[in-house]
């Protein structure tokens, strides 16, 4: 007699993260940074990366107020990770303001 065993194997493949960063802007001014920001996933973590230099922000978005190439790992919870291209920002410097001479309002000329 010969008998027939079937085992049922399970195998799970676990797919990795979107690591697709968005960027509000690619140059901005010193009183409005730039936001990089990846569509929130449960269970997800983020490290955040500028000039290969690690971040502490560890949610979905990051405020930008500094020059920089900026990169995320993203991990899911079964520990498949992935990384985004890098984002090169660049922060202008407000300009200098100068006055050239005083405007008349503050040498105390009335014109009518």
């Not at 008998?3 to 901005?28: C, G, Q, Y």
């Not at 010193?30 to 500028?50: C, E, F, K, M, S």
Request: hydrophobic share 40%.
């Amino acid at each position: 007699m010969k008998v027939f065993v079937t085992a049922l194997i399970r195998s799970a493949t676990n797919a990795r993260p979107v690591a697709a960063v968005t960027a509000s802007a690619s140059a901005f001014c010193p009183d409005t940074p730039a936001q990089l920001i990846l569509p929130p996933v449960p269970g997800h973590r983020y490290a955040w990366q500028r000039d290969g230099s690690p971040l502490h922000d560890t949610i979905n978005q990051l405020r930008v107020e500094r020059s920089g190439t900026y990169e995320v790992r993203v991990t899911n919870p079964a520990g498949c990770t992935a990384i985004s291209s890098a984002l090169s920002l660049t922060r202008y410097e407000s300009p200098p303001v100068r006055f050239d001479s005083p405007s008349p309002f503050a040498l105390g000329i009335r014109r009518y």
